[in-house]
């Protein structure tokens, strides 16, 4: 979290931009059911001066999910669990660290999970 130089605060309150959230997921070597994600979190990463802060947080969890669980359920319980478990870690630090700096504390809005945008092919 770094503040930003060029930001000149003004009386209307500024929204903050939505997030760019990146999630990845590994399975544990040697320890079956066991996956690893990566949460990547990154706000107004160009430096707009509308908004007071420039954001790239990135947060860990580990997750144990029963082994009876298809690949497929497996994955979507841990995706969908680790976004709002690591989100939410990451909302409480960016409110703990900016509380702390020269713009004022900022609380994160909500983040929605949704599929990877996938490429349509082009119609010939």
């Known amino acids: 979290v770094i503040a930003n130089p ?3 605060p003004s009386e209307v309150p500024q929204m903050n931009p939505a997030p760019e959230n990146a999630l990845n997921m590994i399975p544990v070597e040697g320890q079956e059911g066991r996956y690893q994600v ?20 990135e ?9 009876k669980l298809s690949k ?6 841990v995706m969908i669990t680790a976004h ?10 960016v409110q703990w660290i900016t509380g702390r700096q020269p713009f004022g504390q900022i609380m994160l809005g909500l983040s929605v999970l949704r599929p ?4 349509r092919p082009k119609e010939q």
């Open 6 to 8: 060029e930001h000149q």
């Open 38 to 57: 990566n949460m990547s979190s990154k706000f107004n990463i160009k430096g707009d001066p509308a908004y007071p802060y420039i954001i790239d947080m």
């Open 59 to 67: 947060c860990i969890g580990v997750f144990l999910v029963d082994t």
């Open 72 to 77: 497929e359920e497996t994955v979507r319980a």
């Open 84 to 93: 709002g478990v690591l989100y939410g870690a990451i909302r409480e630090a």
């Open 116 to 119: 990877a945008q996938q490429e």
